[in-house]
């Protein structure tokens, strides 16, 4: 008769995998490790890694969010500094690597100075003024 495995037990499996998992052991190797030391098949090794890879999952995006926090910490304290020192262009450039690293950084500036009344009235626009002004878009 098999026994039946506490919560508690499961869980630590599941450690003990992510643990494998972060060290690149490949799967067919975590299957003999858990077949000899647990006494499973590999439907249940195959169980424990897909918990496994959520946690590892979990733990990417706190280690990214913990990342993140530093990051605006570091550039806020360089930004009230700069301030405080009236060193606009460093408070200014502390903003703009705050930004590059939280993935909010503005797109590139388009020239829209364009002298067209309405949308309609594009009729009188030469293809070549049109190309000519896509470029341009693309330089900036």
């Given at each position: 008769m098999a026994t039946t495995t506490t919560t508690k037990e499961v869980a630590?499996?599941?450690?003990?995998?992510?643990?494998l998992l972060i060290e690149s052991v490949p799967r067919k190797?975590?299957?003999d490790i858990c077949k000899k030391k647990y006494g499973v098949?590999?439907?249940t090794v195959d169980n424990y890694i897909k918990r496994a890879n959520k946690?590892?999952?979990?733990?990417?995006?706190?280690?990214?969010?913990?990342?993140?926090?530093?990051?605006?910490?570091?550039?806020?304290?360089?930004?009230d500094m700069a301030m405080a020192q009236g060193k606009l262009k460093e408070a200014n450039d502390a903003l703009a690597n705050l930004a590059k690293y939280s993935g909010l950084e503005?797109?590139?500036?388009?020239?829209?100075?364009?002298?067209?009344?309405d949308s309609?009235?594009?009729?009188?626009v030469s293809s070549a003024d049109l190309i000519s002004l896509v470029k341009k878009a693309g330089e900036s």
């Open positions: 630590d499996r599941i450690k003990d995998v992510l643990e190797d975590i299957v098949g590999p439907t946690g590892f999952e979990k733990a990417i995006k706190a280690r990214s969010l913990d990342t993140l926090n530093y990051i605006q910490v570091r550039f806020n304290k360089i930004y503005p797109a590139k500036k388009v020239d829209s100075n364009v002298n067209i009344k309609s009235d594009l009729s009188d």
